[in-house]
C-alpha cells in the first residue's frame, strides 16, 4: 500500500512515524515534508500542502491508496473532497466541515444554535461598531480573527486599550489579511485548558487521551503567544466526571450539530477546552490533530493508527478498536532564538540520531545533515508509566539535541504535576 501525507510540520512527523507502525504500508510520500520527515518518507517538495490541484495531480498519477489531511488550510481549501472525487479515499473532513475551523463566526453560531457551552460573545464587520462595543463590554476580552490565522488570531486584552490596539491590529492593519475582515469579541474565561482530539466518522466520536499545552514563549506562562512550546498528556485536569460531561454536552452534540447542518465531520476533530468554575466549554474547534498535541497523543497509541483512520473514512469507526497505553508522555519543543518574531535559520542540529523520538518541524537535510529551517525546529517526545518520568526522560533527551541559539522552555509539564499533588 501507497500512503500520502499532506504538510510538514512536528505532526505530519508523528502521524507518518505512527503510521509506519502498520506493515502492510510499503511507502509513505511527505508532500511536501521537511528534512527531517524525509529520514522517515519520501519527501515531494516541490508541491505545497495548499496547492489542491498539484497535490491530487501527485496522488493520482503515484496511484496512492489513501492520503492523509493534516493541515488546517487545505482541509478549509477542500483537498479532501477533491481526492474524493479522484476516487482516492482521505482521510479528514470534507470542506463544508472543515469550516468549524475556518470560521470562527461559524463556530460560535453552530454552538449558540445549539446550545453547546461556549464564551458569550458579539460578532463585529465594522471597525467602529467594534470598538463601540470594547468601551462598555467586560474586561479582560478576547478578540478573534474570523479565519484561519496559523494558530495566531487571537488577542488577549486585558485593558480597553489593549482591546482597541487588538481591533485595530486585525481589522485596520489586516496583519492575518482577509481573516480579519470579520471579527469574534468574546467573554473572558477562566479556569485550566485542556486539548481533547477525537476519531470520528460522523456517527460516534471516540476522544483521544487529554493533553495540555503550553503556548507562552517563556518559563512561567509568560512572553508571546507561539505555536506551542510543549506538551504533556494525559491532562490531569480532565478528570472521569469532566470527560463525562464533555461527552454528554459537547463532544456528542457537536457531531449531531454538524449532522443536522448537513457537514458531516469526518477525520479527527479537535476540542479546545476550558474547565470554567460552571463547567467545561469549548474555547475553539480545530479540524485536525493538534500541533504539538499530536506528539504526545499518538505514542500513547496501542491500536494501529492506518486502521482507524481509514474506519472514520469508511464510515466504520464503531467496529475498530482504539486502545491506549496506561502511560504519560511530555513534549520539549526546541525552537530557533528569537521565535515567535525574529529568529535565524541554517543552523546545524546535532544529537538527533542520539534520541528515538524527534519530531522535526523545521529542517533542510544536506549532505546528510540537518539544519533548522523555521521557528519551531522539533519536539522531543519521550513516555514513561508517570508523568514525572516521562518530563524527566524528555529534558534528559532532549538536552542531547542541539544547535546555536536553540530556545526551550524549562518547566514544560511543571503545572501538571503541581495539579497531580
Not at 470534507?94 to 470562527?104: C, H, L, M, Q, T
Not at 469579541?185 to 466520536?205: A, H, M, N, Q, Y
Request: glycine share 10%; charged share 25%; proline share 5%.
Amino acid at each position: 500500500m501507497k500512503i500520502g501525507v499532506v504538510g510538514s510540520g512536528g505532526r505530519e512527523h508523528a502521524i507518518i512515524k505512527a503510521l509506519k507502525k502498520n506493515t502492510s504500508i510499503e511507502k509513505i510520500y511527505a508532500i511536501p515534508g521537511n528534512g527531517g520527515i524525509s529520514r522517515d518518507a519520501e519527501c515531494v517538495p516541490d508541491i505545497k500542502a495548499t496547492d489542491v490541484t498539484k497535490v491530487v495531480d501527485f496522488c493520482k498519477s503515484h496511484e496512492l491508496d489513501y492520503v492523509v489531511v493534516a493541515p488546517d488550510d487545505p482541509l478549509v481549501a477542500g483537498t479532501v473532497d477533491a481526492l474524493q472525487d479522484a476516487g482516492i479515499p482521505a482521510f479528514g473532513p470534507k470542506a463544508n466541515a472543515a469550516i468549524i475551523e475556518g470560521s470562527k463566526v461559524f463556530s460560535k453560531d453552530l454552538m449558540k444554535k445549539y446550545n453547546i457551552p461556549t464564551a458569550a460573545y458579539e460578532v463585529f464587520t465594522d471597525i467602529n461598531e467594534a470598538e463601540k462595543y470594547v468601551e462598555t463590554c467586560p474586561i479582560p476580552t478576547v478578540i478573534k480573527a474570523d479565519g484561519l490565522a496559523l494558530g495566531k488570531g487571537v488577542i488577549i486584552a486585558m485593558t480597553r486599550e489593549e482591546a482597541r490596539e487588538g481591533i485595530k491590529t486585525i481589522m485596520a492593519e489586516k496583519k492575518f489579511g482577509h481573516s480579519g475582515d470579520r471579527i469574534v469579541i468574546e467573554e473572558f474565561l477562566e479556569g485550566p485548558e485542556v486539548s481533547v482530539l477525537s476519531f470520528t466518522d460522523g456517527k460516534v466520536v471516540i476522544p483521544m487521551i487529554s493533553s495540555m499545552d503550553h503556548k507562552r514563549v517563556n518559563d512561567n506562562d509568560e512572553g508571546l503567544n507561539t505555536g506551542g512550546m510543549g506538551t504533556i498528556a494525559p491532562n490531569p485536569y480532565y478528570t472521569e466526571d469532566i470527560a463525562k460531561e464533555c461527552m454528554e454536552k459537547i463532544f456528542k452534540p457537536t457531531i449531531e450539530a454538524m449532522n443536522t447542518e448537513g457537514r458531516t465531520f469526518k477525520g479527527c476533530l479537535y476540542f479546545g477546552l476550558m474547565i470554567t468554575k460552571d463547567g467545561p466549554k469549548v474555547i475553539e474547534y480545530n479540524c485536525r490533530f493538534g500541533d504539538p498535541e499530536a506528539q504526545v497523543v499518538l505514542p500513547l497509541l496501542d491500536s494501529d493508527l492506518f486502521t482507524i483512520m481509514k474506519a472514520t473514512t469508511d464510515g466504520t469507526l464503531d467496529s475498530v478498536p482504539v486502545k491506549w497505553k496506561d502511560e504519560a508522555a511530555c513534549c520539549i519543543v526546541e525552537a530557533s532564538g528569537g521565535y515567535p518574531v525574529a529568529y535565524q535559520s541554517g543552523y546545524e542540529i546535532t544529537g538527533v540520531d542520539e534520541v528515538e523520538n524527534v519530531y522535526v518541524a523545521g529542517a533542510d537535510l544536506k549532505d546528510g545533515k540537518l539544519y533548522t529551517h523555521g521557528g519551531r525546529v522539533l519536539g522531543v517526545v519521550e513516555t514513561a508509566k508517570t508523568l514525572k518520568e516521562a518530563i524527566d526522560k524528555a529534558y534528559k533527551s532532549a538536552a542531547k539535541v542541539s544547535f546555536k541559539d536553540m530556545h526551550m522552555r524549562k518547566d514544560i509539564g511543571q503545572r501538571a504535576l503541581k495539579a497531580l499533588s
